[in-house]
């Protein structure tokens, strides 16, 4: 594995645990403050926003094509 790879792996690693811990800690900070509707909108918004860039960045560009044959 090239060291190019593993960056590459960590990166998507780290996006991607990021985009699940930071708007989970948010949420539990902000519901324990009492104000448990904007946590949950900060985490949906969170969350979605990291998928969708994720899948922007890192799934997008992937070239999924079936078989030529039948």
């Known amino acids: 594995m090239s060291t190019q790879n593993a960056a590459g792996k960590v990166r998507f690693g780290l996006a991607l645990a990021l ?12 519901t324990e403050m009492g104000y448990g509707l904007v946590g949950t909108a900060v985490f949906y918004t969170g969350y979605l926003t ?16 079936g078989s030529s044959g039948a």
């Open 19 to 30: 985009g699940v811990v930071v708007p989970g800690m948010s949420k539990y900070v902000l």
């Open 50 to 65: 990291a998928a969708l860039l994720i899948w922007y960045i890192w799934v997008r560009p992937l070239e999924l094509t």
